[in-house]
């Protein structure tokens, strides 16, 4: 099987580096001189701002896409400036694909089945009109709410098989309160450990070569010893890791969600890559990239330091 799961872990080998970098663009992380030129062109509206944060993301991904194997753009920073804002989220999946990136995109998405359906159409199928199939977004994976059980993923993991595409399905989040729905205990067994062995089920037909699942799971850096034990639970499962740098997480708390191969999760960091030249000066670009190799040799370290 041309497993999605083959593909990101071929990049992450090659490039000797497992993170992504997030493209979660405020106004705010664009620089100054950015934003003015496209509200001269296009006024303080809408298409202005996106015209603003395409270019942002533009010289991120060109900084970044020999040395960083993905990005994962999150939805909603897009679907705040309107019709524009998804326009431009289309265009840096576009792009970033175009740079050999692998792109994950961060939309939580999750219904009753038959939504869920359109949703997985919509952002890693492909959508019917007239005697064509088109892909709306052609993203290579997506993160998914299993709140609405089996029925709400099922139209995910047909989509991953169909397409060769992949989902991660959030598990142990990295926020703060995560902890008042997933850390409830039924059974005898928290919420979120009941939710990884479903995530198991879901993506036992879809192992790839290197012996994990397209079908992954969300486990937060900032709960390490949750993440240690569900590394046990789950050991061909692909972990992302949220909550590293801003966040509070740090290289230590990741390396928890590695298997001993030195495979087995991605590691996320948005704002400290995105927002770099406010702290280091310097282009956008090049503060990016110092950052995202910084990320990486941090990160490599801890592994390999778990792995001997």
């Known amino acids: 099987m041309n497993a999605m799961i083959d593909r990101l872990i071929e990049k992450i080998m090659e490039m000797k580096n497992p993170t992504v970098a997030g493209l979660d663009p405020k106004l705010d ?5 950015m934003k003015q030129a496209a509200f001269k062109e296009y006024g303080e509206t809408f298409e202005g701002a996106t015209q603003a944060i395409l270019a ?7 900084a970044l896409c020999d040395i960083v194997p993905a990005v994962k753009p999150q939805a909603a920073y897009y679907e705040m400036y309107g019709v524009p804002g998804i326009a431009c989220m289309q265009e840096t999946i576009r792009y970033a694909q175009s740079k050999g990136m692998y792109v994950i995109l961060d939309a939580k998405r999750g219904d009753i089945g038959a939504t869920s ?6 952002y890693l199928g492909e959508t019917a009109i007239g005697g064509q199939e088109i892909p709306a977004y052609g993203a290579d994976c997506m ?19 169909k397409h060769q595409k992949g989902i991660f399905v959030l598990v142990k989040t990295s926020n703060p309160s995560s902890g008042e729905l997933q850390d409830l205990k039924v059974k005898g067994k928290c919420i979120y450990e009941h939710v990884a062995e479903l995530v198991k089920g ?21 709960y390490p010893e949750q993440a ?13 890791v ?3 740098g801003a966040q509070g997480g740090k290289a230590e708390d990741v ?7 030195g495979l087995g999760a991605i590691v996320n960091a948005s704002r400290s890559i995105m927002c770099a030249y406010q702290k280091q000066g310097g282009t956008p670009g090049d503060a990016a990239r110092a950052e995202a190799i910084r990320m990486r040799d941090d990160i490599m370290g801890a592994v390999n330091k778990k792995s001997l």
């Open 29 to 33: 992380y664009v620089p100054e001189a």
């Open 56 to 62: 942002f993301n533009k010289e991120l991904i060109d």
């Open 117 to 122: 359906e359109a949703y997985a159409k919509a």
């Open 143 to 161: 993160t998914v709410n299993p709140y609405l059980g089996t029925d709400g993923v099922k139209p995910f993991t047909e989509q991953c098989a």
């Open 202 to 222: 879901w993506g036992s037909d879809l192992i790839g070569q290197y012996g994990y699942s397209s079908v992954g799971a969300v486990v937060g850096a900032t």
């Open 228 to 240: 240690e034990a569900l590394r046990a639970q789950m050991p061909h499962t692909y972990f992302l």
């Open 242 to 244: 949220p909550g590293y």
């Open 255 to 261: 390396a928890k969600s590695f298997n001993p191969d």
